[in-house]
């Protein structure tokens, strides 16, 4: 049995999603934002990262969408399946000055955003 090309592998994944969804392939890699379609492309986001192993941005423009669209993406298929997405903390404070980044900027006077 040959291996299947990515193209193949991503239009599997997308038409099983599409069928569990009731959804179409279309409105899966289409513009569609209802709430019926959101789920589904979310789950094709999720299932490419952790079966492929494909970054974000691979995700994204294979399915014409922007790499942090993607990140929102799986963040919400994990929160759908009950697991915590992923995160960064924020920043803990310095334990030798006792304050933390974001008031080391204000001390600087820049912008904490």
């Not at 997308?14 to 392939?25: C, F, G, L, T």
């Not at 995160?87 to 334990?95: S, T, V």
Request: glycine share 8%; hydrophobic share 30%; with cysteine.
């Amino acid at each position: 049995m040959t291996k299947p090309t990515i193209p193949q592998v991503l239009k599997r994944i997308i038409e099983e999603e599409s069928a569990r969804y009731d959804v179409s392939y279309g409105e899966i890699i289409g513009d569609v934002r209802e709430a019926r379609v959101c789920p589904a492309r979310w789950a094709v986001m999720l299932r490419l990262r952790r079966e492929r192993n494909w970054s974000y941005p691979r995700i994204g423009r294979a399915l014409g969408k922007h790499h942090t669209t993607v990140l929102h993406g799986v963040r919400k298929a994990l929160e759908a399946e009950g697991r915590r997405p992923p995160h960064r903390p924020f920043p803990q404070p310095d334990e030798e000055i006792g304050i933390t980044r974001r008031d080391h900027a204000h001390a600087q006077g820049e912008p904490c955003w």
